[in-house]
């Protein structure tokens, strides 16, 4: 059954898969040991951080910029730059001997990271808005990178361990060959060139997810989606500890997430599929906002294990039901730059999220704390579905 649903499916999603699976493993395998390996460069914790928000910030302006050339000059020879780019930063991380040559890397990584991220992604998304199945394809893709994910990280220390610690940084240059051979083979550079001279401003990406009801509830979930995503490694071991000191049960929760998220994606997708988007959108907030509410109460270590896998579920629904959103919602002349815009807040409120953690920490308890980013579910889950309605009924009165 799943053989020959894949056997029917286009050239270009199966050729994305497995180049976006590549990335996320490859990407995966430094996550062990990148903060120790730099902690070899520099003892300025500034800096150390610096690194870190420095690849951030090259890779939301730099996605931007690809995302704009691509209207002029196509996706493909873009996507063939930041394919072989990708070959190249692992190389520069692995031969540091310096802060500065690693900041070089982190600034290539941003090139890389933006043709391989929402530019490759927009694309996908072009090559699967006359599939039926988009959901249950973005169920299947989103599955296999969380796979992938997995076996990455695990991967990765393994080899730091039992080779040397630069050891994953080689492994990872290997890895991206994949996608960067592919790109070569099946993106024809010379297909896409255009000859469009338009212009708009930075802002047209903004404007247009305001002009669109359903694209600003899709923004709207931006903020907690990302900001609880990136919070829970600050959160979850501090909370932990008041019910067991152990890094072996730790990291057990978090694989369970990655299991449940498995497990559960391809058959989001399928749901959104025979529902709809919006049905997925509602369910993601609102199993994320009661997870969380119910979890910032918990007791036990059991019942925060549970209620964690359970989180796990709405962010997995929460996939195919935003990609589908865009699929539905965005202009193929413009959703490289929609995409675009997409990812930087994303980026942005992913930076924010353990800042703000850190400062809330400093004044109130860890569960109290994690109330918070849920109670900011519940406020923007009720902010995008007012929002929504008035668009909706302002849309229909323009019509009428």
């Known amino acids: 059954m799943a053989f020959s649903f ?24 430094i996550a062990p040991i ?13 800096l150390m951080g610096f690194v870190f928000t420095l690849g951030t910030l090259s890779l939301s302006i730099v996605a931007l910029i690809f995302a704009r050339l691509s209207k002029t000059y196509g996706k493909n020879r873009l996507i063939i730059a930041g394919a072989f780019l990708g070959i190249v930063f692992p190389l520069v991380y692995a031969t540091s001997t310096n802060i500065l040559q690693y900041m070089g890397g982190k600034m290539i990584f941003g090139f890389a990271g933006a043709a391989m991220g929402p530019l490759l992604f927009a694309y996908l998304q072009e090559h699967i808005s006359t599939e039926k199945n988009q959901g249950k394809l973005l169920g299947y893709l989103y599955s296999a990178s969380s796979i992938a994910g997995s076996m990455g990280a695990i991967l990765g220390g393994f080899f730091a361990d039992r080779y040397f610690l630069g050891a994953p940084y080689y492994l990872q240059f290997f890895i991206l060959l994949i ?10 550079y010379k297909e896409e060139i255009k000859t469009s001279k338009e212009k708009h401003n930075y802002l047209f990406g903004i404007k247009y997810i305001l002009s669109n009801p359903y694209l600003l509830y899709r923004f709207l979930f931006e903020a907690p989606f990302r900001m609880m995503w990136s919070v829970e490694v600050v959160l979850y071991p501090i909370i932990l500890l008041a019910f067991i000191d152990s890094n072996t049960i730790m990291g057990t929760i978090f694989a369970t997430q990655g299991i449940v998220a498995m497990i559960i994606l391809p058959l989001a997708g399928s749901l959104v599929d025979k529902k709809s988007y919006m049905t997925g959108m509602r369910l993601a907030f609102f199993i994320m906002g009661i997870s969380t509410l119910i979890m910032s109460f918990s007791n036990s270590l059991a019942m925060f294990w549970i209620l964690a896998g359970l989180f796990s579920v709405g962010l997995a629904i929460s996939g195919p039901a935003r990609g589908v959103l865009e699929i539905k919602n965005i202009e193929n002349e413009h959703r490289a730059e929609i995409i675009a815009t997409f990812s930087i807040f994303g980026y942005l409120f992913e930076a924010l999220s353990p800042f703000l953690a850190g400062i809330l920490l400093a004044i109130f308890a860890p569960k109290t704390v994690l109330l918070f980013y849920s109670i900011l579910i519940w406020v923007f889950f009720g902010i995008a579905t007012l929002v929504l309605k008035i668009k909706l009924k302002n849309k229909t009165k323009i019509q009428l």
């Open 179 to 188: 996608p960067f051979f592919l790109a070569l083979k099946f993106f024809n």
């Open 6 to 29: 894949f056997h029917n499916l286009k050239k270009q999603y199966l050729v994305v898969f497995l180049m976006s699976v590549c990335v996320v493993f490859s990407g995966s395998l």
């Open 34 to 46: 990148e903060q120790r390996f730099i902690s070899t460069l520099t003892e300025n914790s500034v």
